[in-house]
């Protein structure tokens, strides 16, 4: 009876020193995806407070768009990011290397009346100590209104198109 005891505790110490050992590299994940998390909403909070020269540092730029043109489709974006809870909910980061990430998040936006959410993945890169989004995902979240407006011209109906 003193063998099997000494054997159980045994197991049960190798087990809890097995589950100690995780311990760190599953803080570790959870570091990253805090990481990541925070840079996301404090890129979104520069897009909600209208620093879109700030944001176009925060953002992973693509093709030849300059930060004046970024900051222009930024200005005219039909969607900005909602407040505090709503913003940024449900974050699922899966980490690729130590620079590269995938990130899936449900967002909320301000269009209009009321909160609009969407849920999208990402792919993030880490710059020095930031994890940026790309710049083209930031444009299409804004939904930037391309729509031309035009100018509809009535003719009287009093019979004046002779002038």
């Known amino acids: 009876m003193g063998k099997l005891m000494a054997v159980a505790v045994l197991?049960?110490?190798?087990?809890?020193a097995g589950t100690v050992r995780e311990l760190p590299a599953a803080s570790a994940d959870s570091g990253v995806e805090a990481?990541?998390?925070?840079?996301m909403e404090f890129a979104l909070d520069l897009w909600?407070?209208?620093?879109?020269?700030d944001l176009y540092e925060q953002v992973v730029p693509g093709g030849k768009q300059s930060k004046e043109t970024f900051v222009r489709k930024m200005q005219l974006a039909t969607r900005r990011p909602?407040?505090?809870?709503?913003?940024?909910?449900?974050?699922?980061?899966t980490v690729k290397s130590e620079t590269s990430a995938t990130v899936r998040a449900k967002l909320g936006f301000e269009?209009?009346?009321?909160?609009?959410?969407?849920?999208?993945?990402?792919?993030?890169?880490?710059?020095?100590?930031t994890w940026r989004l790309a710049?083209?995902?930031?444009?299409?979240l804004a939904a930037v209104s391309k729509k031309k407006r035009y100018v509809t011209k009535r003719r009287s109906d009093h019979g004046e198109n002779g002038r």
Do not use: M, N, P
Not at 35 to 39: A, H, I, S, T
Not at 48 to 53: L, P, V
Not at 135 to 140: C, E, G, R, T, Y
């Open 11 to 16: 197991v049960g110490i190798a087990c809890f």
């Open 35 to 39: 990481e990541v998390k925070r840079d």
């Open 48 to 53: 909600r407070d209208g620093r879109y020269d």
């Open 82 to 93: 909602a407040c505090c809870w709503e913003k940024v909910q449900e974050v699922r980061v």
């Open 111 to 129: 269009e209009g009346v009321g909160t609009e959410y969407l849920t999208r993945t990402f792919k993030v890169v880490k710059q020095g100590d």
């Open 135 to 140: 710049q083209a995902d930031v444009v299409s």
